[in-house]
DNA sequence: TTGCTTTATCAACATTGTGTTGATAAAATT
DNA sequence: AATTTTATCAACACAATGTTGATAAAGCAA
């Protein structure tokens, strides 16, 4: 797929999608101009319009590719089974982190800036979706559980992008490993040590 | 505060505030300009910029003081006590549906509509600020806890904003009472019935 | 009511950004 | 080496911005 695309214009898309992420981080979505973005891209301004409809265009298809990409290699980690009986964080969890990590700086000013709601709502349809799976696997049987299932989705989905969230605020302090253990540890033991559930 | 306020401005600020609402929720914030916003409101250009600095601007202050009213309202019912061990739903957590509920038009579009992000980070303070209190009051230890207590803050307060934006994704199906057991119930009982925890 | 103050309206203006075009140069592909 | 594709550049009409000064209308205080 990306394979046949001329050179100039996977650069070109390059230029213009990391001079995006740079200006959101320095002045904010809402503050940039095309102009702002070609000219920091080093590149004319009618190029841009040669690859984007305008900037908001430029946004979500770096979010289309960004997200794709963290679709892929989940469903590579992904090996049908679910075990939430122990501590061991399922190899998805640690798969979700690590992604986001390596690419830590385009999630954090996608997901943390200000005015940049379209990039969290993708990323929770993909958190949503694993979600989902994992849960009809364990328990495919609606009578079975506490809450309407949509809702228990939307909770777990909801809680492990706040955690990312605060992660990646924070410059993420811990290993991917680590977050993954303590989200899986939260949705099976709950916050407090000899929880009197 | 509100009192003292020449009724011309108050009426001419609701009047903008409730186009910017009707647009988002038509056209996307991004698609909206400051002329289509007066035009909407049945007011001369001029005057919006007599209270706004810009589109921004209306956005930051009608959020403010929507979230202002949440607040004061969920300190009145909050009495200092926070009881987990059993099934019923704080009243904070009620109050937090019921607000929402009764200001939902406004509430769906700043937490829905692609691209609102500033009101929902903003939501989200005011949610972890209660988790906050709420953890700290049922266990001040941090040694008691199963993680690190930013992280299970951070947790908790996500998953009750997504079950919040789901619900009015859904155009509130339950009632705001319903609402708040069925997240009680998940942050104290998990998902499933006979938890082998 | 009267006089004073504040707010909304209106037209006009310079400025900035948009999106498009047609011609030219440069790079990639075959 | 010939052909196709992409990037550059200058120029354009258009739309939206943010501001101004004058006028009218509405609110307030005595």
Redesign the interface.
């Known amino acids: 797929m990306s394979k046949k695309m001329d050179p100039r214009v996977v650069r070109t898309r390059h230029m213009l999608r990391d001079a995006l992420v740079e200006l959101i981080h320095e002045r904010g979505y809402?503050k940039i101009t095309v102009q702002d973005i070609t000219s920091r891209a080093t590149l004319n301004r009618a190029t841009f319009y040669l690859h984007y409809r305008d900037k908001?265009d430029l946004l979500y298809q770096s979010s289309e590719e960004i997200l794709n990409d963290l679709t892929g290699r989940i469903n590579l980690s992904f090996d049908g089974e679910f075990d939430f009986?122990s501590d061991k964080p399922h190899g998805i969890f640690i798969q979700l982190f690590e992604q986001i990590s390596q690419n830590s700086r385009l999630y954090k000013v996608f997901l943390t800036?200000?005015?940049?709601?379209?990039f969290?709502?993708s990323l929770?349809d993909v958190i949503i979706d694993f979600i989902s799976k994992g849960?009809n696997n364990?328990?495919p049987d609606d009578q079975?559980?506490?809450?309407?299932r949509?809702?228990?989705v939307?909770?777990?989905?909801?809680?492990?992008?706040?955690?990312i969230?605060?992660w990646l605020e924070e410059d993420t302090p811990y290993t991917p490993k680590y977050m993954a253990t303590?989200?899986m540890?939260?949705?099976?033991?709950?916050?407090?040590?000899?929880?009197?559930?």
């Open positions: 809402e908001l009986s800036e200000k005015n940049m709601p379209h969290t709502s929770m849960m364990v328990q079975m559980l506490t809450v309407p949509e809702i228990a939307r909770y777990y989905a909801a809680a492990f992008l706040g955690v969230v605060w303590q989200v540890r939260l949705a099976v033991k709950g916050p407090y040590i000899n929880n009197p559930i």
